[in-house]
């Protein structure tokens, strides 16, 4: 308990209580990590699992209880200027971060017949071009000479075919490249990156055909939880990963494609 104590973590798309980013926040903020995370209701509003516009005030009050300092804004990290405006948001309300974990994404169902270049401009700026402005914006000001930590989501693009999900598989895909290159550049100013793969992970998307499907493919016979790959990140913002970078992780259970 409380090896994070001191430090300062953004979380990006953080907007529903089953989420990843929500897991990621808790894991951060049960060890003393202050947290301030982002979300963006009008994309959950329009997805499938649809959200309550009450959601992030109650993650908040949940992380609050940790006794930390918790912050959070509303944020369309598609505009070009929001990363710098977010980094100065996170400054003067919590301190300037430590900790940057790019989870916000953006994902639409696409193939080559259906792909439009706006949709793929949408999965653009939020998936890679968010990514890579957040990334070296937080990279630039960061004054510390050690403990800084760059975690990417991404989806295990490079493990197989993602069919019917094209503008979501090329642009999650170009993170891996970003992690391994930003990562020899960023080494010198004592910062780390890597990004992780949950795999399938139940956020509540998933149906019971979906289940019926892929849990024979999980070899622990489970499909994989938000607090699986929280506990994978919190251990890669700790000191004991220092010596880990330009890595991307499959936490995925073993999970078979």
Not at 45 to 56: R, V
Not at 218 to 224: A, E, M, V
Request: charged fraction near 20%; hydrophobic fraction near 40%; include cysteine.
């Amino acid at each position: 308990m409380g090896k994070l104590k001191g430090k300062v973590a953004v979380v990006t798309g953080v907007s529903r209580l089953q989420g990843i980013g929500t897991a990621i926040c808790k894991e951060l903020a049960k060890n003393g990590c202050d947290v301030f995370f982002t979300y963006w209701t009008e994309y959950d509003q329009k997805m499938p699992w649809g959200i309550n516009s009450a959601e992030p005030a109650m993650i908040h009050e949940e992380l609050a209880q940790f006794g930390v300092q918790v912050a959070s804004t509303e944020v369309d990290l598609s505009l070009p200027g929001a990363p710098a405006l977010l980094l100065d948001n996170v400054s003067q309300q919590i301190g300037y971060p430590d900790i940057l974990i790019n989870n916000a994404t953006y994902s639409t169902n696409n193939d080559f017949s259906t792909l439009t270049a706006e949709e793929l401009d949408k999965h653009y700026w939020v998936n890679i071009r968010a990514t890579t402005i957040l990334s070296s914006e937080f990279a630039r000001n960061f004054q510390k000479k050690s403990g800084g930590r760059i975690v990417n989501l991404t989806s295990g693009q490079f493990k197989g075919p993602m069919p019917g999900e094209l503008a979501y598989a090329t642009t999650k895909g170009a993170i891996d490249a970003l992690t391994i290159t930003l990562s020899a550049e960023l080494a010198h100013l004592g910062i780390t990156v890597n990004a992780v793969n949950p795999g399938p992970t139940d956020t509540g998307w998933v149906t019971e055909e979906i289940r019926n499907e892929l849990q024979p493919r999980f070899p622990f016979g489970r499909f994989g939880e938000p607090s699986d790959v929280a506990k994978t990140v919190n251990f890669l913002v700790s000191e004991e990963a220092e010596w880990i970078t330009g890595q991307i992780i499959h936490s995925e259970g073993g999970f078979k494609r």
